[in-house]
């Protein structure tokens, strides 16, 4: 088994591993995989040495949780740290009800999400979480989808952004002083929205999906640094950007979910031809470059299979040579002040 380092969360006495596992494909978002892929590919993170996974009432609308907590309690509770989102309660569809799409498996069967970021529904969600998981101790509970890109209304967004610190923000630091979870925090994929949301309340950590990549540091400039000066963790999410940066960069290759347009793509096949002339695979290069960052604690892609798991615990120990970052920077393909081992 590897083993993989660890990391601080703030100023808690959590510590995760480097690399995690991210559980919205086990709820088919990407593709439709089986009870059984899912457990095994949750069991191969585990053997590789991975302790930190996160998860989701969202993914599949209850199906990742029940999915990622049947593979985990064959596992020592106090061997691994375990994440999920609020902000979503599910409830039992009537009859000719629709789920809302956005998985490919269209969710659990008979369960569709409804929103609610008040004081209770942060407890309800939690409750649902913790009967889907069959675990008793949720580690780290984070603010679900309060963003832009999720939301399409900035109306929309302002009010859950107010109800949440108004009233679920109260339910989360309540439940984090009574020792019922260690940390708490907002998972979204906006840099700007992450940095509210740190100058807004005491959190300990940010999960980030997307915005702190090989392709792209749009949160290099003013959130990176406000949550190093505040002490707050970054967990960084979709190191692949999707999918853009796993190697072989050609048209159609999917950014933020969709094809990525035409700049990207050119900018995406620079950064693999700098990486070639150094023999690194992109994948590689895209999974530690975010671990440069002393905000950075933990890398957390999603994987489809027990390969793809064991392919990602791999590129983590990759040897990258120094000259590959140093490059990367004169190509202007690379922020000049990203953190790089140059």
């Given at each position: ?16 591993t ?48 029940l999915?990622?907590?049947a ?19 599910m ?24 929103y ?103 949160g ?18 979709g ?50 470059f ?53």
């Amino acid at each position: 088994m590897t083993t993989l380092k660890r990391r601080r969360i703030g100023t808690t006495n959590l510590e995760v591993t480097e690399l995690g596992l991210g559980g919205a494909p086990m709820g088919g978002f990407r593709a439709t995989i089986s009870d059984n892929e899912a457990r095994m590919l949750t069991h191969a993170a585990y053997d590789g040495g991975v302790r930190y996974f996160d998860t989701s009432p969202f993914y599949g609308y209850g199906r990742s949780e029940l999915r990622m907590g049947a593979a985990l309690r064959e596992k020592p509770r106090q061997e691994f740290l375990l994440s999920t989102k609020v902000g979503r309660v599910m409830h039992a569809m009537m009859p000719g009800e629709k789920p809302p799409a956005g998985f490919r498996e269209n969710g659990l069967p008979g369960f569709a999400p409804v929103y609610d970021y008040t004081y209770d529904g942060v407890m309800r969600s939690l409750e649902q979480s913790h009967l889907r998981l069959g675990l008793a101790r949720i580690d780290i509970a984070l603010i679900h989808d309060v963003d832009f890109w999720t939301i399409k209304d900035r109306a929309i967004l302002e009010e859950r952004f107010k109800t949440v610190m108004d009233s679920g923000f109260k339910a989360l630091d309540e439940l984090r002083k009574a020792g019922i979870v260690g940390a708490i925090g907002v998972g979204i994929n906006e840099a700007d929205t992450s940095l509210r949301f740190i100058q807004a309340g005491n959190f300990d950590c940010m999960l980030l999906a997307g915005r702190y990549t090989l392709l792209e540091q749009g949160g290099l400039e003013a959130f990176l640094p406000e949550c190093v000066k505040r002490n707050v963790s970054v967990i960084l999410g979709g190191p692949y950007n999707s999918g853009i940066l796993t190697g072989g960069v050609k048209p159609g290759a999917t950014h933020d979910y969709v094809a990525a347009p035409s700049h990207l793509i050119e900018k995406a096949q620079k950064i693999e031809t700098v990486c070639q002339r150094h023999g690194v695979e992109l994948g590689a290069a895209a999974l530690q470059f975010p671990l440069f960052h002393s905000a950075v604690c933990s890398v957390i892609p999603g994987a489809l299979s027990a390969d793809e798991v064991r392919q990602n615990i791999g590129r983590l120990s990759v040897k990258i040579p120094v000259e590959l970052w140093s490059e990367l920077k004169r190509e202007k393909l690379l922020d000049p002040g990203a953190p790089t081992p140059n």
